[in-house]
């Protein structure tokens, strides 16, 4: 199985490339991203890319991948709604177009965030936009495609956020985060079962198209 991951210099795009990398049904993992990343690994193939709104220069070295795992993502703070939209939606919809166009049959996850608005209406600004790129990637025509609202995510395996404010949180806070788990087990994931989730709905499908904490431990 081959397939295509976006955010992999961040906390959650790591944490799946890990463990694509160390599954053995995944033969190829191709990094679409800005910087290049420090893993090195035989499975790795790497695009450097530098215009997220535009993929026509490398849409054709897209083809032949069995799903996409989309894992960028920037916190809305301090964003307006129009910077906020272009990155996180426009993004998000010219590659999965970009990709759909070689690879209908494959699987594509988009990791949003626990709180996304389906109905686009709300007055939080991120969830609206969320929910607006979760109905576009549902719509669009893959075989599957799976939306994941993790609440809580616990880095594993050395894994660092990219955002100074949340690694931070996880420095000094990691005891609070490991207390909600115990307390409420169900509701916080790792980064690992992220991952492994990502790859089992990818052989073996699921009911459920977003998934909640819940049901990405259950895939997990």
């Known amino acids: 199985m081959k397939v295509i991951i976006t ?10 490339l890990l463990e694509c990398l160390d599954h053995p049904d995944i033969t190829e993992v191709l990094l679409i991203n800005r910087r290049s990343i420090s893993v090195k690994h035989n499975k790795i193939k790497e695009i450097i ?15 032949g991948y069995d799903a996409v795992y989309l894992c960028m993502g920037i916190s809305a703070a301090g964003l307006s709604e129009k910077k906020y939209h272009e990155i996180t939606h ?9 990709i759909y166009d070689h690879n209908s049959k ?15 209406k709300g007055r939080i600004m991120w969830a609206r936009v969320k929910g607006k790129t979760e109905n576009a990637l549902l719509n669009m025509g893959f075989k599957q495609a799976f939306m994941y609202r993790p609440g809580a995510i616990i880095p594993l395996k050395g894994i660092k956020s990219g955002t100074k404010l949340y690694q931070f949180f996880y420095d ?10 115990f307390l409420f087990p169900k509701s916080i994931v790792n980064t690992t079962q992220l991952g492994n989730s990502m790859i089992n709905v990818t052989i073996n499908g699921y009911s459920k198209s977003i998934l909640e904490p819940s049901d990405i431990l259950e895939t997990a």
């Open 7 to 16: 955010g992999s210099t961040g906390m959650v795009g790591k944490g799946v």
């Open 49 to 63: 890319h530098q215009d997220f709104g535009n993929y026509d220069s490398i849409k054709d070295q897209l083809a």
């Open 90 to 98: 426009d993004y998000t919809i010219a590659l999965a177009k970009a």
């Open 106 to 120: 494959a699987t594509v996850t988009y990791v949003s965030g626990k709180g996304t608005d389906s109905s686009e």
């Open 172 to 181: 000094y806070f990691m005891w609070l985060i490991k207390f909600l788990k």
